[in-house]
C-alpha cells in the first residue's frame, strides 16, 4: 500500500486548492479513503471520507460547503477540492486508506496501519 498526496501550497485566504492522493498496490475500492489534517499542537482530525463503494461520505463540520471529495478510479487517485480557505485550515495535509469512513470521524487512528498513511502535503492560509 501507498498513498502519495500533492497539490499543497500558500493561498490567501478565500482562495482554493485541490489536494491530490496517488494510491498504489491496492484499488480504491479495497478502502475507504480518509483526508485528514493535523495543525501544529493540535491532534489529527479527519477532514473528509470516501467510502470504498462510493456510497458513503464524510465531511467534518468545519469544512461543509467548502470541500468536496472525489475518486477517480482510473487513475486510482483521491482528490479533496478546498474551496473558501480560511487560515484555520492551514495543517498538514495527509491521506490514509482507512477499514471505513466511520473510522475517519471517530478519529481512531490507531485502526489505521502506519504504512497506510501518505507522507503529507503542507496547506497554508494567509489571512
Known amino acids: 500500500v501507498q498513498l502519495v498526496e500533492s497539490g499543497g501550497g500558500l493561498v490567501q485566504a478565500g482562495g482554493s486548492l485541490r489536494l491530490s492522493c496517488a494510491a498504489s498496490?491496492?484499488?480504491?475500492?479495497?478502502?475507504?479513503i480518509g483526508w485528514f489534517r493535523q495543525a501544529p499542537g493540535k491532534e489529527r482530525e479527519g477532514v473528509s471520507c470516501i467510502s470504498d463503494n462510493k456510497g458513503s461520505i464524510y465531511y467534518v463540520d468545519s469544512v461543509k460547503g467548502r470541500f468536496t471529495i472525489s475518486s477517480d478510479n482510473a487513475k486510482h487517485t483521491v482528490y479533496l477540492q478546498m474551496n473558501s480557505l480560511k487560515p484555520e485550515d492551514t495543517a498538514v495535509y495527509y491521506c490514509?486508506?482507512?477499514?471505513?469512513?466511520?473510522?475517519?470521524?471517530?478519529?481512531?487512528?490507531?485502526?489505521?496501519?502506519?504504512?497506510?498513511w501518505g507522507q503529507g502535503t503542507q496547506v497554508t492560509v494567509s489571512s
Open positions: 498496490g491496492f484499488t480504491l475500492d479495497d478502502y475507504a
Open positions: 490514509a486508506a482507512a477499514p471505513s469512513c466511520e473510522v475517519v470521524a471517530s478519529r481512531e487512528l490507531h485502526h489505521i496501519p502506519r504504512d497506510y
